[in-house]
């Protein structure tokens, strides 16, 4: 994989940590945890292979411990750093052509894991008492009744948080000539590009101290009169080179004749080769102020 780099010289913004793009040091602890539940998980199968009556080995190793492994794996995985990728693309809008940057679309694979879980308990629940209604019926009958409460619960949050995945081509950063619509798939945040007084550069960390943390490009909209208006834009937020990303606001703000290349082969070119005259980084750029 080899650590983050930006496939251009564009320099990295002075206040944006590299081990933010990931460190190997934090897939250590999600990787070693995956690798104490796994064979955990594996037990609970082949028990439940060799024991087709063991309730408790596919509850242990499917239903339980089964997505905990699985969680633990991914986290370590999005922790590798990674080479930037460079996309971008041109798409036709009720503007105009715009320049388009692609960003992750919003995944359901949580609330289809909640619902996957809550199926599974009751599964299981129910395969216990089929399995007691020739001996003691009433203990299979309390065991279901029992964990039908959670399996419902987890049901009820998937249902309730499940969206359809939105198409590539309701997503993504759409840059024209006269403004920027920012969509993650919840809807877009749009801001003209004469109403942007700066472009911002900082790195924070989330709640989860144990990952790494987050870069974060900014802009600032408004003024001292009108009241400031500020647009995070992290770098997990976007599909393509955030470095990149950065430079390009830096370089249409203070080049606003410029800006009608948007949306064209030309802007198109410049993204892709990092065309924005590299210069000493700051963590805070302010608009030109010469006409």
């Known amino acids: 994989m080899g650590r983050y780099r930006s496939t251009s010289s564009l320099p990295l913004p002075a206040d944006w940590e590299r081990k933010a793009f990931g460190a190997y040091r934090y897939t250590v602890l999600p990787f070693a945890m995956a690798m104490v539940v796994w064979p955990l998980v594996l037990g609970g199968i082949w028990t439940a292979v060799r024991d087709p009556e063991s309730v408790w080995g596919v509850l242990l190793g499917l239903v339980l411990l089964g997505p905990f492994a699985a969680t633990l794996t991914l986290w370590g995985w999005s922790e590798l750093p990674r080479t930037a990728p460079v996309a971008a693309d041109i798409r036709a809008t009720g503007a105009g052509s715009a320049l388009v940057l692609p960003v992750p679309r919003p995944s359901s ?14 599964g299981a629940g129910l395969w216990q008492l089929i399995a007691s209604l020739n001996d003691d019926w009433s203990s299979g009958a309390a065991f ?5 409460l959670p399996a419902l619960f987890a049901i009820l949050i998937g ?23 920012i969509d993650y ?7 003209a590009w004469q109403d942007i007084s700066a472009v911002g550069a900082r790195s924070r960390r989330e709640k989860n101290k144990v990952g790494s943390g987050t870069n974060v490009i900014t802009l600032v ?7 400031y208006r500020t647009i995070d834009i992290g770098h997990k937020d976007l599909e393509t080179d955030p470095t990149r990303v950065y430079h390009l606001f830096v370089f249409y703000v203070r080049n606003p004749g410029l800006r009608s290349e948007l949306g064209t082969e030309l802007g198109l070119d410049r993204f892709r080769r990092g065309g924005y005259v590299p210069e000493q980084p700051t963590a805070f750029v302010d608009r030109d102020p010469r006409p």
């Not at 694979?109 to 009751?122: H, Q, T």
């Not at 279901?144 to 039908?148: A, G, M, N, R, Y």
């Open 221 to 227: 909209a408004g003024d001292a009169d009108t009241g």
């Open 185 to 191: 798939g919840k809807g877009p945040t749009n801001v």
């Open 144 to 148: 279901f009744f029992l964990i039908s």
């Open 109 to 122: 694979i949580g609330s289809l894991v909640a619902i996957a879980f809550g199926v599974a308990l009751l």
């Open 159 to 181: 249902l309730g948080t499940y969206h359809p995945r939105k198409t590539l081509g309701n997503v993504g950063i759409v840059l024209t000539a006269q403004d920027i619509s």
